[in-house]
Nanobody, 123 residues
Framework: QVQLVESGGGLEQAGGSLRLSCVAS????????MGWFRQAPGKEREFVAG????????HYAASVKGRFTISRDSAKNTVYLQMNSLKPEDTAVYSC????????????????WGQGTQVTVSS
């Protein structure tokens, strides 16, 4: 089992920045690829960003590429999502997830999920 706890969400103005954190406990964190997903009201959950177990490869949704950065610190069992140039359409509940499978972009590949953190961007 892997337990995931997100933090760092909140209310931010358009153009601002937030950094989300996801702390993992349980099985060996460094073995898992990690992803960030988001779900806005009335919409399906969508992939935002993913990072392989080594941190050597990252992937982003087109809507966030160039604005968001995913990273991981295996010493701290933590994955981060740095979100810059925020837009109102980034408003959603953001969740991190862990998987032993690839590719990191596929929601169905993920086995463990956090409860999510709310991000609200005002215009």
């Amino acid at each position: 089992q892997v337990q995931l706890v997100e933090s760092g969400g909140g209310l931010e103005q358009a153009g601002g920045s937030l950094r989300l954190s996801c702390v993992a406990s349980g099985r060996t964190f460094s073995s898992y690829a990690m992803g960030w997903f988001r779900q806005a009201p009335g919409k399906e959950r969508e992939f935002v960003a993913g990072i392989t177990w080594s941190g050597g490869s990252t992937h982003y949704a087109a809507s966030v590429k160039g604005r968001f950065t995913i990273s991981r610190d295996s010493a701290k069992n933590t994955v981060y999502l740095q979100m810059n140039s925020l837009k109102p359409e980034d408003t959603a509940v953001y969740s991190c997830a862990a998987t032993l499978a690839l590719p990191v972009t596929v929601v169905a590949q993920y086995d463990y999920w956090g409860q999510g953190t709310q991000v609200t961007v005002s215009s």
